[in-house]
């Protein structure tokens, strides 16, 4: 391997042991050339064509992996190398590889105890011009990593936030480390017993104790154990925390929006729309179950019945295996729009979902509709955060029936557009206008979280 270069942010100024010492990043060139950085994006999109990628709540839109085999080589090879250049002994802990999709955003954050001292790479792109990372909250240093381009950061203690994708496609290898003198050493491997496998029980060291469960980086982020102490010295307490998701703790958002309805539709995130084979799939449902009169209040789905209120026939649409790609689909949704927009604390979807059909009734004259109301209030659905609803008709089949929410800034009508998902906080006020010709469908899901307003 030809030696690392260093490709200092400013043009001229001190070497890069001095440069990351002072700016806790540093830019590096030439760290593996242009036909290796070839063959590792073919390896990352050859991974996802074999179904070994997943999507990470994180980065939703993007295929992601980790530890992979020929990543993880190279994470281990780079050790010593980098080790010279920043002027601290590296322990290698895992690797984690992205395809960056379109419109992707990833949020400020600050990364977990095993990416201490951590490296991003760009191994490929398709686009205009490189997307560029930012390193330092209050400096907002924007840093374009060319490809075969290395930069490194101390990911525990350097915030670093990406605006939101404007490429085809960006294949990004990330790299984290430990100091081998520092608290987090025995992070080694990532607690794992072997490099290029997964962290699955029979890969975990049993001796591994993670620091972020343990509290041992909170204590040092606040001062209270030096930086360097030896990892033998500190306090290891056996306490249980739920796993946190990937990509460490995130920060509060520089976003001063107040999140409100948010659509899903022909102009915004189309590729997450229902198709209309999905949606007459949902309504093909209602041919083997008996509905039920939609009701309202009551602390529970259907409460009581008032048609002057709310007139509809109601199918449950539960989590059994064949309906389960619904389920599987908004969650992907909710995934990604909580990540771009509402930036709640969720827990999911916690019950089956509502298939409604409103109806013209001439017979009765009456017309399927449900007046101002809001989805949240006491009992069950107190802890409501976001309500959804999937339009499943094709316009032409019906005339009313608007989806009309009262929004911040006023009164949003929904479009009407087929497959479309139309989201927004549960405690907006807002009505499915009468129906006064042909039958509109319907399908409403609740997200609930463990805790109100958060």
């Not at 010492?21 to 590096?28: A, F, M, R, S, T």
Request: include cysteine; proline fraction near 7%.
């Amino acid at each position: 391997m030809e030696p690392i270069k260093d490709k200092q942010v400013l043009p001229q100024g001190p070497g890069p042991k001095d440069f990351f010492k002072e700016n806790n990043y540093v830019l590096l060139s030439d760290v593996i050339t242009k036909e290796e950085a070839a063959r590792l994006t073919q390896y990352m999109f050859d991974l996802s064509k074999e179904g070994k990628t997943e999507k990470d709540p994180q980065c939703p839109l993007s295929d992601s992996i980790y530890g992979a085999p020929e990543f993880d080589a190279l994470l281990q090879r780079l050790a010593e190398p980098l080790s010279t250049h920043l002027g601290v002994k590296l322990l290698p802990c895992y690797t984690y590889a992205r395809i960056y999709r379109p419109g992707e955003v990833l949020k400020m954050h600050k990364d977990r105890p095993s990416c201490e001292i951590s490296g991003t790479m760009t191994l490929g792109f398709d686009g205009k011009s490189i997307w560029p990372i930012y390193f330092d909250e209050e400096k907002r240093k924007k840093v374009e990593i060319g490809v075969g381009e290395l930069a490194m950061y101390r990911g525990c203690e350097v915030a670093h936030w990406r605006p939101e994708f404007k490429g085809t496609w960006q294949v990004q290898l990330f790299m984290h480390y430990v100091n081998a003198e520092g608290p987090y050493a025995h992070h080694y491997a990532d607690g794992r017993k072997e490099f290029g496998k997964p962290k699955t029980p029979d890969n975990m060291r049993e001796d591994f104790v993670d620091a972020e469960k343990s509290g041992l980086h909170e204590k040092v982020m606040a001062g209270e154990i030096p930086k360097d102490a030896p990892a033998a010295q500190q306090e290891q307490p056996n306490i249980k925390w739920k796993k946190p998701t990937f990509g460490g703790v995130m920060l509060q958002s520089m976003d001063e929006t107040f999140p409100g309805y948010f659509p899903i539709f022909e102009k915004n995130f189309p590729q997450f729309r229902f198709t209309p084979e999905e949606c007459q799939k949902i309504i093909d449902i209602s041919k083997e179950e008996y509905a039920d009169d939609a009701g309202v209040g009551g602390g529970s789905d259907r409460g009581v019945i008032k048609k002057e209120i709310r007139d509809a026939d109601v199918y449950g649409v539960h989590p059994t295996p064949e309906n389960m790609w619904i389920f599987d689909k908004l969650g992907n949704i909710v995934s990604l729009v909580n990540t771009h927009h509402f930036d709640y604390e969720l827990s999911g979807i916690t019950h089956g979902l509502q298939l409604l059909h409103y109806r013209h009734k001439p017979e009765e004259k009456t017309n399927g509709h449900y007046n101002w109301h809001i989805d949240s209030g006491p009992g069950p659905s107190a802890l409501r955060k976001i309500s959804m609803s999937v339009q499943l008709s094709e316009d032409k089949y019906y005339e009313g029936g608007e989806l009309e929410v009262f929004d911040h800034a006023g009164p949003v009508m929904g479009t009407k557009e087929l497959g479309s998902v139309h989201l927004f906080p549960s405690y907006m006020p807002h009505k499915v206008h009468p129906v006064t010709k042909g039958e509109r469908w319907a399908l409403v899901i609740w997200v609930h979280g463990f805790r109100r307003f958060r």
